[in-house]
């Protein structure tokens, strides 16, 4: 039995509302007719889950106090997907797929929201629709892939797709977490060592010898200023201030490199050495895999390149995309925009325009895009087998130069047979 709420208009032609309980909704209009209602509107209400009302509360509370580790990560989104995938694959109805992945769901942040989807779906809602309300835990990609595959009824097909596309990204970013882990820690260690070696070690070393300041050699000159600097920073109410003023101006930095300032920021990543191959390359094979994805799932080539271009992780990739749009809008092919704008490797092109030629450009884009992963899991690897050496190389420069301006008064007192300044 489930619950309906209905608008009617009685015998004497009066507007009436209410809910009624039935097996189904034909049960509920002649049930109301037998009452003398003429039925206008019949919503069926999503039915209560046991326990939901007391979920409901916890969740509200939690909120306020749920760290960062209980919100919906992209691995929480990739086991998610995966899991849909499989039950739709199975034969299972949409709403007993929501149904059944949320009670198997461990972390309340990923119960709450599948709850969400579930209840907005059971009123009649789009599955898509109701991942919109839901922007900043799935993509525009990843709506676009649900929407196609409601809209043409491969919904499993898609939501495959999707699974494979999210486990390829998780490795990337996992990859690249592994790589950096240790490089970074070396890097944080030795930067600390430096600081307390400059603000504790050094005026030490350079009171014993009582030597005065001006005919030190000029190194360890140097020292001593970017010393007393340090120290001053967090001793004096002038040195505070310019703390304050660095941080805020990494702060409006970082919000300006994702605001105005995206554009120029990513032109500057694609330009450094090495770095710039690496994220290009990557975002190649994105953009192959999802081009190609949803050309198969049978939207056009205009609607597809508004989606790509938001997935590239670069502004002035996705600034080329939309110029090779319009060209497409005013009927030229593909390939040769790409060709032209000189950011697109030969091979996507030459790819591009036989998939055009065949009709086969989803296909050829699919196969090719694990050929273009291949090659950034290679950039990936030799970048990070060259950034480690480069930071320990900029460590092993910045201690080497401390210990030479440290060293330098101590050897030029013992030549001089005394002590600097005397």
């Known amino acids: 039995m489930g619950q309906f709420s209905y608008k009617a208009v009685d015998q004497g ?25 003429f039925v206008t ?22 909120r306020f106090l749920r760290f960062r580790s209980q919100r919906v990560t992209g691995k929480d989104i990739l086991a998610m997907t995966t899991q849909f995938s499989t039950a739709l694959r199975a034969g299972l ?15 309340a942040a990923t119960r709450d929201l599948l709850g969400d989807l579930a209840e907005a779906v059971s009123s009649g809602h789009a599955l898509s629709e109701a991942m919109a309300k839901h922007e900043r835990v799935f993509s525009p990609l990843y709506i676009s892939m649900i929407r196609v595959g409601e809209t043409g009824g491969i919904l499993e097909q898609t939501s495959s797709q999707l699974a494979e596309m999210l486990t390829r990204e998780e490795k990337i970013k996992t990859n690249m977490k592994n790589a950096s882990a240790y490089p970074i820690f070396v890097l944080c ?31 360890t ?39 105005g300032g995206r554009l120029t920021y990513d032109t500057f990543k694609l330009r450094i050495p090495i770095m710039g191959s690496v994220l290009r390359t990557i975002a190649v094979g994105r953009f192959a895999r999802t081009l190609g994805a949803l050309t198969m799932g049978g939207v056009t080539i205009l ?41 697109f490797p030969p091979l996507l092109v030459q790819i591009v325009s036989v998939g055009e030629q065949t009709g086969k450009l989803d296909e050829l884009l699919l196969n090719a895009a694990d050929t273009f992963d291949g090659e950034a899991d290679a950039s990936i690897n030799r970048f990070m087998a060259i950034f480690p050496a480069l930071l320990i190389l900029l460590l092993a420069l910045v201690i080497g130069f401390i210990i030479a301006a440290t060293l330098l008064p101590i050897v030029m007192m013992q030549l001089g047979g005394g002590v600097l300044g005397r």
């Open 13 to 37: 032609g009066g507007h009436v509302a209410g809910t009624i309980e039935a097996a189904d909704r034909r049960s509920a209009v002649v049930a109301l007719t037998g009452q003398g209602h």
């Open 41 to 62: 509107e019949l919503i069926e209400q999503a039915r209560p889950r046991p326990g939901r009302a007391d979920e409901k509360a916890a969740l509200d509370i939690g």
């Open 93 to 107: 109805p949409l709403l007993t797929a929501l149904e059944l992945i949320r009670k198997q769901q461990h972390k």
């Open 189 to 219: 260690l030795g930067l600390v060592s430096v600081i307390i070696v400059m603000t504790v070690i050094l005026p030490r070393i350079i009171g014993t010898l009582g030597a005065d300041l001006s005919v030190l050699p000029l190194p």
């Open 221 to 259: 000159r140097i020292l001593m200023g970017m010393s007393t600097f340090i120290k001053g920073l967090f001793t004096t109410f002038f040195g505070w201030i310019v703390v304050v003023a660095v941080i805020a101006g990494l702060y409006y930095l970082r919000k300006w490199t994702r605001t």
């Open 303 to 343: 609607e597809a390149l508004k989606v790509v271009r938001d997935t590239l992780g670069n502004e002035l990739l996705g600034t080329e995309i939309d110029a090779v749009a319009e060209k497409v809008k005013r009927g030229e092919p593909l390939a040769e925009p790409l060709e032209t704008s000189g950011y």
